[in-house]
């Protein structure tokens, strides 16, 4: 399995790990309480989100989905699986990941995902030094500048406007009242990301026996993917 293949199936359950959001909630590094506090999990809750990428044309849209779709407990401490969706460009069809998230000590314990009519599979997660800075340096260049009141096709809501210091700029707008991480409202030089509609009904869309990562497996099946595609009369 080529390894850009396996960090798109890890990008797809930390979908948020490139938005500034997720940047000052990840791990344990919060100089603020009052950032961490934007983590709302509910279980059955959720959001769904239209990003448009800049200087891509009218194709640069996508949706994602994130939610809440159940519990678990993990060395005593209360864990939730947060659910992203997002389509498979391969397929045009939703492809799912969940992270099982702890708040208390705010740490990623597991990673599932699954993509249509394949076996959900567990990958092996470990954050990395070079990461945890990442997301450390994410965290300071976010700065409160106060309550704003915004508008998006998601419902009005009053919000903490968040803006960047950051050689990269940009700004964010979070509400409580949204789960499971806030985000109303993001911009930034390179993309916008709103809320176009809370979920209040989400359920978990990863099915199946949980198998382990296995490259080799998934290496055949894109393989048996490859020849029936080749199989397949030209229109």
């Not at 390894?3 to 919060?30: D, I, K, S, T």
């Not at 997660?125 to 450390?136: E, G, S, V, W």
């Not at 026996?209 to 290496?219: E, L, S, T």
Request: net charge neutral; proline share 6%; hydrophobic share 35%.
């Amino acid at each position: 399995m080529r390894r850009e293949q396996v960090a798109g199936l890890v990008g797809l359950a930390c979908l948020l790990a490139a938005a500034p959001a997720w940047a000052q909630m990840g791990q344990n590094f919060f100089p603020r309480p009052s950032v961490a506090g934007v983590i709302h999990p509910e279980v059955g809750k959720g959001a769904i989100y239209e990003t448009t990428h800049a200087g891509q044309g009218s194709d640069s849209r996508d949706r994602q989905e994130m939610t809440v779709v159940g519990t678990e407990k993990v060395d005593g401490k209360d864990g939730f699986w947060f659910e992203f969706a997002r389509e498979d460009k391969q397929t045009g069809k939703p492809a799912y990941g969940k992270i099982l998230f702890t708040k208390e000590d705010f740490e990623i314990h597991r990673l599932v995902v699954q993509r249509e009519g394949q076996a959900a599979m567990e990958i092996p997660f470990h954050m990395t030094d070079p990461a945890k800075q990442k997301l450390t340096d994410g965290v300071t260049k976010w700065e409160p500048v106060g309550a704003e009141t915004v508008t998006v096709p998601g419902g009005t809501f009053v919000c903490q406007h968040w803006k960047s210091n950051g050689n990269d700029g940009g700004d964010l707008w979070t509400s409580e009242l949204v789960s499971p991480f806030g985000v109303v409202k993001e911009v930034s030089p390179t993309r916008t990301m709103i809320l176009v509609k809370l979920v209040v009904d989400a359920q978990d869309h990863i099915t199946g026996p949980v198998k382990q990562f296995d490259p080799q497996a998934m290496r055949q099946q894109m393989m048996d993917r490859t020849q029936q595609q080749q199989k397949q009369p030209n229109r």
